[in-house]
């Protein structure tokens, strides 16, 4: 993979994904697969004015051994020194980088219920530091390919060239081209003009229809905005790039109006396993009927989190003749796998996407219908024969997806 090229994603990454401000702390959450890209993601954001820069590694096998070996009293722990941690990233308002290269099937063969059970007993300590940060920093998740990820989706090269090949797959989807960041620049103007087109709209809900057997309606809340893209920080005011890539436009349905059933069209990675071929069956806006032909009893598990994670947190419109799509690779990897197809999420909603969210507090969003939970999970619906409709209060119904791609 040239330097050069490599480089101009870091740099994309640092200034058009995070945004990193004079003075502001980062921190890079990375497995150890790519340490010479990371270095250059180090730098960039050393140039932009970063003033400490702390790298947290991990390595899917020793993760994996961690939940093997240790009790559950011991991995539902939460530490003085996590405590501390989660503290400075309050103080400081760190912007938090992600290098997702995640081996899809790393952690099979692991206990999910005892993960599932840890993860439980740890969210209350977590959840009033993630309320404090929610919508005030700067985050983003991108991709770097790890050995394991790249033989899963081309297991018939061998371990380098796969890799190589998922290098090009990411910079072709991410937009790294001539000048990046300027792609990125009108990119983001295409969604936002999107956005506008269907809030103007007010819909009140939409209906989902696809051949293999989706037939679906969802309500949207009626504070609810359609965003897109680059989204700013709460008090600050920064433009940042959650996701790169991105070709989702998405908002927030009512907790409470879902009705209907959901087919997924792409396999969902979670907790590093597979879950395939599944749907779920929605009544009142709670899953309340699951089938999958692989790993049931983790999509099981997962909606029985807490509360919120059998009801929805986010609505996703992405065209099916997207960039990521037509490429006809299955990544097993939400980040990508979700900006290829319309999707779903199951558990918390985003609170920003509340019109003038600003003015509420994190209960004041729960009472007015956005979704709370532990998890966000996206899953995805969308196909090429996919029909979306916007019905407005009146009545009025508003194609909005035929044939699987943008109608209006």
């Known amino acids: 993979m040239q330097r050069e090229r490599l480089k101009k994603y870091a740099e994309l990454i640092a200034k058009c994904g995070l945004n990193v401000q004079k003075g502001q702390e980062v921190i890079i959450r990375c497995d150890l697969d790519q340490p010479e890209f990371v270095a250059m993601c180090v730098e960039e954001c050393y140039k932009l004015g970063a003033e400490r820069v702390t790298v947290e590694w991990s390595y899917m096998p020793v993760s994996k051994l961690h939940f093997d070996y240790r009790t559950l009293e011991s991995l539902s722990d939460f530490t003085e020194v996590e405590r501390a941690q989660w503290q400075r990233k309050v103080d400081k308002v760190s912007c938090q980088l992600w290098l997702d290269s995640d081996d899809p099937d790393g952690l099979n063969g692991t206990d999910s219920e005892k993960i599932s059970k840890a993860n439980m007993a740890r969210f209350p300590f977590i959840k009033p530091f993630r309320d404090k940060l929610e919508n005030r920093y700067q985050w983003c998740i991108a991709a770097v390919p790890g050995k394991q990820w790249a033989k899963k989706i081309y297991p018939d ?80 005011n920064i433009y940042f790039n959650p996701n790169i890539p991105s070709e989702e436009v998405f908002t927030i349905p009512m907790r409470g109006k879902a009705e209907g059933k959901v087919v997924a069209t792409k396999p969902l990675s979670y907790q590093g396993k597979l879950i395939e071929n599944f749907w779920i069956r929605f009544e009142n806006g709670k899953a309340v009927e699951v089938f999958a032909e692989k790993n049931q009893d983790l999509l099981e598990k997962m909606i029985s989190m807490d509360e919120g994670a059998a009801y929805l947190g986010e609505c996703a419109l992405i065209a099916y003749d997207s960039p990521i799509n037509n490429t006809g690779i299955l990544f097993y990897n939400t980040l990508f796998d979700e900006n290829a197809s319309c999707h779903l999420a199951l558990g918390r909603g985003f609170n920003n996407c509340l019109e003038n969210y600003e003015n509420y507090s994190v209960e004041e969003c729960e009472k007015l219908g956005v979704n709370s939970s532990m998890i966000h999970v996206d899953f995805m619906i969308g196909s090429k024969d996919m029909t979306i409709t916007g019905i407005t209060k009146d009545g009025k119904r508003v194609p909005v997806f035929k044939n699987g791609n943008w109608a209006i």
């Open 157 to 236: 090269m061998n371990p380098d060239d796969a890799v190589e090949k998922l290098w090009e797959d990411i910079l072709l989807c991410s937009r790294v081209d001539d000048d990046p960041i300027k792609a990125w620049e009108v990119h983001n103007k295409n969604l936002a003009d999107r956005c506008r087109f269907l809030n103007d709209y007010k819909f009140e809900k939409l209906e989902y229809k696809s051949a293999d057997g989706t037939d679906f309606t969802v309500g949207l809340n009626p504070k609810g905005i359609f965003m897109a893209g680059g989204e700013y920080t709460l008090g600050s």
